[in-house]
């Protein structure tokens, strides 16, 4: 393919274009009729509040769960029809890190990393260390190779599992609360490690987070699920959601404002 057209290529569809999508489980909807695109190389956060679907969400845009109704596609390609070889093809282009960071506690940090290469590779062992090193560099953690995990912070256990989610060469990464319970400066190192992949590597960002300031510094755009409606109820630019929505719930989370107290207004006797 000439490079002119392998760009024209890839830049035409959107990362992930999630269509009309119903889920949840057994005959519980947590969200329905739920429609957004993540472009290339953009960083885009889902928010709500806890139990609204945040991760739920996550799982059926990788394929974990099927929706009840509705599509996900990846680069162009229905993750949800896929057939299983194809499936597993696309999800090579996702990377996902959970809450925890899940490494494997025996296991030193490098050979965590480079767990999914001995797995799913046949590439010889020292290419599989000098990838895994990269990585580690690349998440700014060169110098924790040899520790386990039981030895790391917070904040490095999540960026070695962001170098381990990225070791099978994917280009899209969904992050589940990177920044949760973490201190303000840790979690802003982490917020630039997400921009400098986004600017050094390309990738694409979905990240879960109720993190206010993480949400300033690091997304493009917010998508915002409701557990009432069921619905997304807001979708565009952090900034613009907290100044113009017109939406209390929108403003109210932007804004970091309480709930009106139940009694508010009468005077105690
Ligand atoms: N595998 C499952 N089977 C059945 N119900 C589930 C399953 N996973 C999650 N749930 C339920 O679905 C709802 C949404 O869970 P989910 O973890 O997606 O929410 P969330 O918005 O990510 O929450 P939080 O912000 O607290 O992490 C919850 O009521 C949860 O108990």
Do not use: W
């Not at 890839?10 to 472009?39: C, W």
């Not at 845009?61 to 993750?79: E, F, Q, R």
């Not at 190779?145 to 969904?174: F, V």
């Not at 490690?193 to 990738?203: K, P, V, Y």
């Amino acid at each position: 393919m000439a490079p002119a057209e392998a760009a024209t290529t890839v830049h035409a569809e959107p990362a992930i274009s999630v269509r009309n999508l119903r889920m949840g489980y057994g005959t519980k909807v947590l969200l329905d009729q739920a429609s957004f695109d993540v472009q290339r190389e953009e960083i885009v956060v889902i928010l709500g509040g806890s139990g609204c679907g945040k991760s739920s969400l996550m799982k059926n845009i990788i394929g974990l769960y099927p929706p009840m109704a509705g599509d996900v596609l990846i680069a162009g390609d229905s993750i949800v029809s896929a057939s299983p070889a194809d499936k597993a093809h696309i999800q090579r282009k996702l990377g996902i890190m959970y809450q925890s960071g899940a490494l494997f506690g025996s296991l030193t940090v490098l050979e965590n990393v480079r767990f999914p290469l001995d797995e799913f590779t046949d590439i010889g062992p020292s290419q599989k260390d000098l990838a895994a090193r990269l990585l580690l560099r690349t998440v700014e953690m060169g110098y924790a190779e040899s520790l386990m995990p039981g030895e790391l912070s917070g904040g490095m256990l999540k960026r070695a599992g962001i170098a381990r989610a990225m070791a099978l060469g994917c280009d899209i990464l969904l992050l589940d609360e990177p920044s949760a319970g973490m201190d303000p400066i840790t979690a802003a190192n982490l917020d630039r490690t997400i921009l400098r992949l986004r600017e050094n590597l390309g990738f694409t960002f979905v990240v879960v987070t109720h993190e206010l300031s993480s949400i300033f510094t690091i997304a493009d755009r917010a998508v915002m699920l409701d557990p009432v409606s069921r619905r997304i109820i807001a979708e565009g630019k952090p900034s613009e959601l907290r100044d113009q929505s017109k939406d209390p719930r929108v403003r109210q989370f932007f804004n970091r404002e309480p709930d009106a107290l139940p009694n508010a207004g009468t005077k105690r006797t």
